[in-house]
Structures are given as structure tokens and as C-alpha cells.
């Protein structure tokens, strides 16, 4: 099973959605990606070889965008300042509410909130 930036590809899954499962990669960019290295639209994850996988993981962080554990660690540490500096949006994000606006009514009851212990 290839590796691609830390994230395993599926052989038996087609390519194309399959590298779409690496973090911060959609469908369109993952469609460029297969494209540039010379995969078609029928590729599989078994007709990647060490070669072309290379290739592949070369094209994904030629993009200058953060991908992976990196997007990760980047967006939880936008939270963890906007937690550390008590922003509104920080104080949603820490009890587990929805952050940009939504309606808590009657929705928002599925996410899972932070019981506080105030003593």
C-alpha cells in the first residue's frame, strides 16, 4: 500500500479519490495532481510505484499550500490562540459550539460539548 505525504492510498480504490483522501487536497486539485504525473482517470492505487508515487508526493508539495499533519497542526493552533487570547470564537470552539453564527435553537444539539466544572 503507497504512502503519499503520510497517508496511506487504497489499491483498490481509484486513484484520482483516493489521493483526494490527504488532507487539504479536494477533488479538482487531486484531478490537476493525476494529470501532471501522467496517471488517467481509470488509475488505480495498485498501478502506483515507488517511482510515480514519488513523482506524485513532489507535484503535492510543490503546491504551496500546507497539506497533511501540517494543515492540521496549523488550523489547531489558529484555535489554541484564539482560545489563549479569549475571543468570542475561541470560547465557541472551547465549549464545543457552533462558531460562525449558526442557529443553536434547534440545531447544534449532535455536537458534543465540554461539560465546565464550576466550583
Known amino acids: 500500500m503507497p504512502y503519499i505525504i503520510g497517508t496511506s492510498i487504497p489499491e483498490d480504490k481509484v486513484l484520482v479519490q483516493s489521493i483526494s483522501h ?8 487531486s ?13 488505480r492505487g495498485s498501478d502506483i510505484t515507488f517511482l ?7 507535484f503535492a508539495e ?15 493552533d489558529k ?5 489563549s487570547i479569549s475571543t468570542y470564537r475561541g470560547s465557541r470552539h472551547s465549549k464545543g459550539l457552533p462558531v460562525r453564527g449558526q442557529r443553536t435553537h434547534t440545531n447544534a444539539k449532535r455536537r458534543p460539548s465540554l ?3 464550576v466550583n
Request: positive net charge; charged residues 25%; contains cysteine.
Open 22 to 29: 490527504i488532507y487539504g487536497i479536494g477533488s479538482s486539485q
Open 31 to 43: 484531478k490537476n495532481l493525476c494529470k501532471k504525473a501522467g496517471f488517467g482517470s481509470d488509475s
Open 52 to 58: 510515480k508515487g514519488k513523482i506524485l508526493e513532489n
Open 62 to 76: 510543490a503546491t504551496s499550500l500546507p497539506l497533511g499533519a501540517d494543515l492540521r497542526r496549523f488550523q489547531n
Open 79 to 83: 484555535i489554541r490562540r484564539l482560545c
Open 115 to 117: 461539560k465546565l466544572n
